[in-house]
């Protein structure tokens, strides 16, 4: 089965064309064709996403980006177009629905919306060769998420915890914007603390470990912010190497919270699986402190391959076909964009 996938729920509007076939837990995903184009660069100057930016960017990006991407797939037909309906930012949220109702209308082809979150969530599926084990804990951190949710089957789950303010991305970004580092801030981040880090010693800073004690499975990353923030007008002009310190503090900070609930959620919940997934799984403390956890908790571990922790359109298709493979696939005449939809 084909599946033509858009994603236009942030800062990038990717397109996709996948062969799906064989049936859970094992279905397999071949890329036929796959486009992305990025609005990093334009949003880089507020250090944060536009959503009417977004829109006019999505709107003029999708016409390149479907021919270029069917051409990839040798124009062949597709059974079903797959869109993102949210969570995300709602004006890009309509430019893709709008155009993928269209597109519909056109090829006569069912338009499924789907979950971003469930994107990231199935995003590991991409490459695996054994099933998966229930139940399992599923860490998913983005720039607009940060959430661990039991997941009892493909088709039940529920989320047990979850950011209280800001998302751990958005904490990389705003940190970031503080020392003065570009958007999106994970990956710069991540640089300059590996630096500091192989550099070795005692920690030049420390900030607090933000809920680390609340007794439950919620985060809280504003507070945070705000340490950094009074931290850095202390400081005034920060050279290079200060800023790698901070940097190395902040991701300390910001990644001990997710390991700890991660393991509170496994224990609780006598998890025999852990995945992770979204632009923060990138993250290479993360992946190997989660790692680490998985090794003590016997946990068999999945996550993504790299290029598709931060949105994409492929994993958007996967979660299109999980869906139909548990019969949950709807195609109601009105799509509606959701901005705060829940997974
Ligand atoms: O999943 P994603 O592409 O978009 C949303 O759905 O939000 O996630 C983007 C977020 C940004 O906040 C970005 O700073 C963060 O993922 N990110 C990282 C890394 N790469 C991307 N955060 C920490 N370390 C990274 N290596
Ligand atoms: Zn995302």
């Known amino acids: 089965m084909r599946i033509l996938a858009i994603e236009t729920s942030c800062d990038e509007t990717a397109v996709a064309v996948l062969e799906c076939s064989g049936t859970l837990p094992v279905p397999e995903f071949k890329v036929l064709g796959n486009s992305l184009m990025s609005q990093i660069h334009i949003h880089k100057e507020y250090g944060g996403v536009y959503p009417m930016l977004a ?23 597709v059974d079903y177009i797959a869109v993102t309906s949210g969570p995300g930012l709602e004006p890009a949220l309509w430019t893709g629905i709008e155009f993928a109702k269209e597109l519909g209308k056109k090829w006569g082809k069912r338009v499924i919306p789907v979950n971003h979150m469930e994107g990231h969530l199935f995003s590991y599926m991409f490459e695996q060769s054994k099933p998966i084990e229930f139940p399992a804990i599923a860490l998913l951190v983005s720039g607009g998420h940060t959430e661990l949710v039991h997941v009892e089957d493909f088709d039940k789950y529920k989320i047990i915890g979850r950011t209280r303010d800001d998302a751990v991305g958005e904490a990389f970004d705003k940190t970031a914007r503080l020392l003065g580092l570009p958007y999106p801030g994970g990956p710069k981040i ?24 609340s007794g439950d499975l919620n985060f809280s990353y504003s507070g945070l912010k705000t340490s950094v923030l009074y931290t850095t007008r202390k400081l005034g002009e920060l050279d290079l190497k200060t800023k790698e310190s901070l940097a190395e503090a902040f991701e300390d900070a910001a990644i001990e919270p997710l390991v700890e609930k991660t393991r509170a959620a496994a224990n609780l919940h006598g998890a025999k699986t852990l995945i992770v997934g979204g632009g923060v799984a990138a993250n290479k403390l993360l992946r190997k402190n989660l790692q680490a956890l998985a090794d003590e908790l016997s946990l068999d571990f999945r996550l993504p391959i790299q290029s598709l922790t931060t949105d994409n359109a492929i994993m958007i298709g996967i979660a299109a076909y999980v869906r139909l493979l548990t019969n949950r696939a709807e195609s109601p005449d009105e799509i509606v964009a959701r901005g705060n939809l829940d997974l």
């Open 55 to 77: 829109k006019r960017e999505h709107i003029k990006n999708l016409p390149i980006l479907l021919p270029k991407t069917m051409q990839e797939a040798d124009n062949s037909d």
């Open 190 to 213: 991540s640089e300059l603390a590996e630096i500091s880090r192989n550099r070795g010693g005692v920690p030049a800073f420390h900030f607090p470990r933000p809920m680390i004690k």
